[in-house]
């Protein structure tokens, strides 16, 4: 088994029976975080700060942002285009007790609407897999990745940001940019770990910490800084979504859920200037192409599932074999396989390892049913392609 960095195993689980379920995405209700951080700002890109300033659609006191004006999520000042983004680094909001805080947002989706087909016919080309909805997978226990972290799983991690809820966490991946070979900043997630979709816009003080609690401490919170963040923590320069995510994505049922994906652009908060995947020691390739369901074989889904029974500090995979799921047939299909992984493990990658045994992300953990049974995520096709273009283009800089 090829890595993403060191030794990268795969894990093959018991498959159990389960019943439909209703189904809600890997997100939750969060309780608000702390926010008396007031340190000093600097611009989340390489741009001037005024240019960043100019370019909003209304009008910004740094200052006052800084020291809290980023909680106010009123409509007239909350931006939601892509291209409106706007992230400028408070150095030491991400400490400790802010990310103990942060929750993971809740999602439901009603088992009505979900209609598996009868005899669902058997495809070896993705486009014939629009529109077709297999059994429901069974069941695939989560286990635990090995430690340490850098050794064994050391791109993925922790994307923490801020919504009117409070602050909340998913997972992400660092992947590779077709622009900067082997000095990638990029980090693939899910949409509703960075846009409220139809319901609000893009969130705030998005950050992510890769290889989150490297050697596993039952309370990363308590312990040694750089263990809980190995690599430090890297702030969203500029952040793309799917446009049907914006223009479906609901916080309720599975609005949005065939293009929930979305790519990151990130600085470190120290001001390093060693890319992203140097640091960590490999990036992702993300495969625009893989096979129909049919011909995909073992996939592995990661994540540090937040809600019970699991508390965030840890990360965990499920191997299965995924099969189809569809909910608007004006989409690319979505995969949907066997895992007990809950909130938290949002925006989570999923690896296919190819013929010659490199991984590839072929999508990002999406939603999933209130028992945590199984997940779902999109396939990753010519819009989700479109916006790693976008990010890696440059377009935030």
């Excluded at 263990?227 to 949005?256: C, F, K, L, R």
Aim: charged share 20%; glycine share 10%; aromatic share 10%.
């Amino acid at each position: 088994m090829s890595s993403i960095r060191g030794r990268f195993g795969r894990r093959r689980t018991t498959l159990a029976a389960t019943a439909m379920a209703a189904a809600l995405a890997l997100t939750a209700t969060a309780c608000n975080g702390d926010d008396d951080a007031s340190n000093d700002a600097k611009p989340s890109d390489g741009t001037e700060i005024q240019d960043l300033l100019d370019n909003l659609p209304f009008d910004v006191d740094l200052e006052a942002w800084i020291n809290g004006g980023w909680e106010d999520w009123d409509t007239d000042t909350w931006v939601r285009d892509i291209g409106e983004f706007f992230n400028p680094i408070i150095e030491g909001l991400w400490d400790s007790d802010r990310m103990e805080e942060a929750q993971d947002p809740d999602q439901a989706i009603d088992d009505d609407e979900i209609q598996e087909d009868v005899n669902p016919p058997q495809n070896d080309d993705p486009e014939s897999d629009r529109g077709i909805t297999d059994s429901e997978p069974f069941p695939v226990e989560a286990e635990q990745v090995a430690f340490p972290y850098t050794d064994n799983a050391a791109p993925i991690g922790k994307v923490f940001f801020d919504a009117p809820e409070g602050s909340m966490v998913c997972s992400g991946t660092v992947v590779k940019d077709p622009n900067r070979p082997g000095q990638s900043n990029l980090v693939a997630t899910a949409g509703h770990c960075v846009h409220a979709g139809t319901e609000g816009g893009w969130f705030r003080n998005i950050a992510f910490v890769p290889a989150f609690n490297n050697n596993g401490s039952p309370d990363p919170y308590s312990a040694a800084y750089e263990e809980m963040a190995p690599y430090g923590v890297y702030w969203a320069d500029y952040v793309s979504t799917t446009q049907y995510w914006i223009d479906n994505g609901t916080a309720m049922g599975g609005g949005g859920a065939p293009g929930d994906f979305a790519i990151l652009e990130v600085t470190n908060e120290n001001g390093s200037e060693q890319s992203l995947e140097e640091t960590v020691g490999n990036a992702i390739e993300i495969d625009f192409g893989a096979p129909a369901v049919s011909g995909l074989g073992d996939v592995t889904l990661y994540g540090f599932p937040a809600a019970d029974p699991y508390d965030g500090n840890l990360m965990y995979n499920c191997t299965d074999t995924p099969s189809r799921l569809s909910l608007d047939d004006t989409m690319p299909g979505m995969y949907w396989a066997g895992c007990t992984m809950t909130g938290g493990s949002s925006g989570g990658p999923w690896i296919r390892w190819d013929a010659s045994n490199d991984p590839k992300l072929i999508s990002v953990n999406s939603i999933g049913p209130m028992e945590s049974t199984w997940l779902a995520g999109p396939r990753l096709e010519s819009e989700a392609q479109a916006v790693l273009d976008h990010v890696s283009s440059g377009a935030g800089r």
